[in-house]
């Protein structure tokens, strides 16, 4: 007699199968829980939409802080310069001002010196091209004290061999006077310094230029055909300032055929000063 199948019972295999789950997977959204009750007793309710959230408050997060109140109290203050900020900018800005104005009073300086000096290199070359000129072509030339009438009234004032004035006159003769035996005179050109004080040997003054022409040529006294001594600033100058430096006097005597000019020549005003010294030698063709 057989026995029924469904007494036999039946072998199940568990290799490989995963042990049944003691936990419950979790319902899915919408669906119907499985248990009414939690497993402290009180009854479950249903998941619904997620409760909204709660920003974290600024005092629990202080990465979450508005950059303005992260900053130091101090920040709050008004912003500005401090004393002594402003003394270190002020002897800052103070030092520069002082160093620009060093350096543009001796530019200025230097400007003015240099300017001076080329008046008198000019003050010079206009001297030395009058004077030789005028002695190339003259055939004589006669040494006074000064343009003074008192230096030069009659023939015994004439200054000779080294002697010094301040007073030169360049002599033309014309063509000569047969009866008289004279060469006269066609034209007179003189040079002379007129300082301001004639008693003080280191006294500054102009040199002037006076041409005399005469037509016809004069026979009278060559001290009578000097110019006034009241036209004595009526001149022109051809030096502004000089100084003699041959005994006080500008003009030297030189063996009776040449006449040596020594002095020095001023530029510039009561504040500065510039001079240069000259010395030259020229010589009537005779």
């Known amino acids: 007699m057989g026995i029924p199948k469904s007494a036999i019972p039946r072998a199940t295999c568990r290799c490989g199968s995963r042990p049944p789950s003691t936990t419950s997977s979790p319902p899915r959204p919408g669906a119907p829980s499985r248990s009414r009750f939690t497993s402290s007793g009180k009854p479950a309710t249903a998941p619904g939409p ?35 900020e402003i003394l270190i900018v002020l002897g800052l800005v103070g030092l520069i001002l002082a160093g ?32 030789t000129d005028a002695a190339r072509a003259s055939n004589n030339f006669l040494l006074y004290g000064s343009f003074a009438a008192n230096d030069r ?10 002697s010094s004035g301040d007073l ?7 063509p000569p006077d047969t009866a008289n035996l004279r060469f006269p005179v066609a034209r007179l050109i003189g040079y002379y310094r007129s300082p301001e004080n004639p008693e003080d040997p280191e006294s500054t003054g102009p040199v002037r230029r006076f041409d005399i022409p005469f037509s016809p040529a004069s026979t009278a006294p060559l001290e009578s055909l000097l110019p006034d001594e009241a036209d004595l600033d009526s001149f022109p100058e051809v030096v502004e300032m000089s100084r003699g430096l041959a005994n006080g006097k500008l003009f030297y005597n030189y063996r009776e055929r040449s006449v040596v000019v020594n002095g020095q020549i001023f530029h510039g005003n009561d504040a500065k000063r510039v001079t240069d010294t000259y010395n030259f030698t020229v010589s009537p063709r005779g």
């Not at 408050?57 to 101090?74: E, G, V």
């Not at 030169?168 to 014309?174: A, N, P």
Request: glycine share 6%; charged share 15%.
């Open 168 to 174: 030169v006159v360049f002599i033309y003769y014309g």
């Open 100 to 131: 620009m104005l060093g350096f543009f009073l001796t530019t200025f300086r230097g400007a003015f010196i240099t300017q001076q000096k080329l008046a008198i290199n000019k003050d010079i070359r206009t001297l030395t091209s009058h004077m």
């Open 153 to 162: 009234a009659n023939a015994d004032q004439r200054l000779r061999h080294g």
């Open 50 to 84: 997620p409760a909204p959230t709660q920003p974290a408050s600024a005092s629990s997060n202080p990465l979450s802080l508005p950059f303005d109140r992260m900053k130091s109290p101090l920040s709050h203050r008004r912003s500005g310069f401090t004393l002594v």
